[in-house]
């Protein structure tokens, strides 16, 4: 007998049904684990390790780490097996994940709202200087980290930095990740609401429990009440974003599912107002989304952006009212465009109270142990307790007198870090890169802050806002896809056919009012070495060719 025709409708149904009967999504039954990393989070709880740590490897010694903890659970306390030196690019792909390993650390300190105390960071200088060989670097999520970290110091540094607030917890690992904030919340003159509650809420009720300590894979959040939309809310996770409601006045509008990596997608309004003192509900609802819908089986497709791609905005919002908030959410407006291009707070600005808050550049995020202390004292000695990081991997410090600001200015400049930088300077960031990464192709922090110079030597007299951004290999850490120019670390081939350290280019990527990815320009792959003229050629051409007003983008 022949079979009965069916439908495309019945096919199209029949096919999305079979792609996602074995993505491993807990909320319809699949809770055998379907990869490694399923595995061990199941066999125990990320959270966990730190126990053996402190009293087990501390005190073993690095070989008596069992793997499923050195290159799976220590995440969960911030801790990554750095690159061994001297392997170069082109074995990255080759090795196994225990040939790169080096037998010491990097270790992330989690700064949510990228809040930080005079006292919080003397600790973090200190603990580098002591440490950490001296190395400190400023993230692009408002983080710092250090390398060099032995397993041996561990329990020491937690007690140096929990002493004063400070915290490693959940800084990597497959959970809710640092809490991005606006760093001028509170302060601004400008603001239209101010996060920094809802910040501290979802810290204090869900950051190390146990009830979101196994995600399918990292979740990021953003919360900003800021009018510059300060936070890159477009490739969060999950994000807040501060609006004025006509009838019901300031709060945040919900974005959902953005995330760069190798799959870039940016997040989804629900079209839903969200009151400050609802945010932390409603962050546990779309978390708890995550952990129950979310893909498991691939961790390619284990990002929320993947279960956002299928469901959409509606579906997502319904699941959330529907099953995890057991209730409506209100209609909300749209955020008005960002007040400014550069969202970085850089400069001298007078605060909501009279004082002055003063963004500064350090290159690429490259900072020391002792250059932090010095800030510390730099801020402390001008009358400021409060310093903030930025997600540009730049710094703030806060409620500087009137009457202090020239000083405090000129000392930031006495340690090269400039408080009216070139754009080059301002809008230039690196991930880790080759040095300490052990997916990295190519180097990445000196080669940013070298074309710093080459183009501040070459190009003095341009001012346009412009962002470079480096990474050493194909993932997203310095956010290539929404850059300017994006420049992504690939091997190539030199003129001379010998393969080289370069960097595919990606153009014209942004966020802010037109969000887009850059083009990869097909083709478009320049030698480290030709970088600061292939940058320069660019830039000359953009001046010559823009009309009034035209943004880089466009
Ligand atoms: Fe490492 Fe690649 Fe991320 Fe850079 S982009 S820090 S090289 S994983």
């Known amino acids: 007998m022949a079979a009965t025709p069916e439908s495309p409708a019945a096919a199209t149904t029949r096919r999305k049904a079979g792609r996602h009967r074995g993505e491993g999504q807990w909320a319809v039954g699949h809770h055998t684990p379907l990869n490694g990393n399923e595995q061990f989070k199941k066999d125990d709880d990320g959270l966990n390790v730190r126990t053996r740590i402190e009293t087990i490897y501390a005190k073993s010694g690095f070989d008596s780490i069992d793997p499923n903890d050195l290159r799976g659970r220590m995440r969960w306390w911030g801790l990554y097996t750095q690159r061994k030196p001297g392997i170069d690019g082109g074995k990255t792909a080759i090795l196994e994940p225990e040939e790169l390993d080096d037998k010491y650390f990097m270790l992330r300190v989690r700064i949510d709202g990228g809040r930080l105390s005079v006292a919080q960071l003397r600790a973090i200088g200190e603990v580098s200087e002591q440490y950490a060989r001296g190395t400190a670097d400023i993230t692009d999520r408002q983080n710092i980290q250090l390398h060099w970290i032995r397993i041996e110091d561990v329990p020491a540094i937690w007690e140096k930095l929990e002493a004063v607030g400070l915290s490693t917890t959940e800084a990597c ?174 400069g001298v600005h007078r605060q909501q109270d009279g004082r002055f808050y003063v963004g500064f550049a350090p290159r690429v995020g490259r900072v020391d142990g002792t250059t932090l202390t010095k800030i510390a004292e730099l801020a402390g000695a001008h009358g400021s307790d409060r310093l903030r990081t930025t997600v540009e991997q730049k710094m703030i410090v806060l409620d500087v007198a009137e009457d202090q600001v020239d000083s405090l200015v000129a000392g930031l400049e006495a340690l090269d870090f400039q408080v009216t930088p070139s754009p080059f300077r301002r809008g230039t960031m690196a991930c880790t890169g080759i040095e300490f990464c052990k997916l990295a192709i190519v180097e990445t922090k000196g080669r940013g802050s070298w074309l710093i110079d080459e183009l501040e030597r070459r190009m003095p007299d341009f001012q346009e806002p412009v962002t470079i951004n480096l990474n050493g290999c194909p993932n997203a850490c310095a956010r290539i896809q929404v850059a300017d120019i994006g420049l992504k670390g690939q091997l190539v081939l030199d003129g001379e056919g010998n393969q080289v350290e370069g960097y595919q280019v990606h153009l014209g990527g942004a966020l802010g009012l037109e969000p887009g990815f850059g083009r990869k320009v097909r083709g478009l792959k320049v030698t480290a070495d030709e970088l600061p003229d292939y940058v320069e050629r660019v830039l000359r051409n953009f001046d010559a060719q823009r009309t009034d007003g035209e943004r880089f983008a466009q």
């Open 173 to 346: 690992g497959d959970c809710p990740r640092v809490i991005i904030g606006s760093p001028v919340a509170g302060i601004a003159s400008d603001e239209i609401i101010d996060g920094t509650p809802a910040v501290d809420e979802i810290h204090e009720r869900y950051i190390g429990s146990k009830e979101f300590s196994n995600l399918p894979r990292k979740f990021k959040t953003a919360i900003s009440g800021s009018p510059v939309q300060d936070v890159v809310h477009e490739i969060n996770d999950v994000a807040f974003v501060g609006v004025v409601h006509p009838e019901h006045g300031p709060g945040f509008d919900l974005w959902v599912g953005g995330g760069l990596s190798t799959n870039p997608k940016l997040a989804q309004r629900l079209g839903t107002w969200v009151p400050l003192d609802e945010v932390a509900d409603v962050w546990a609802g779309v978390v708890g989304i995550f952990r129950d819908y979310g893909y498991r089986r691939l961790r390619t497709r284990a990002r929320l952006k993947f279960l956002m791609a299928d469901w959409g905005p509606e579906k997502f919002r319904q699941v959330l009212e529907d099953e995890y908030l057991e209730r409506k959410l209100v209609d909300g407006p749209a955020p008005e465009e960002p007040v400014s291009r550069w969202r970085d707070h850089i």
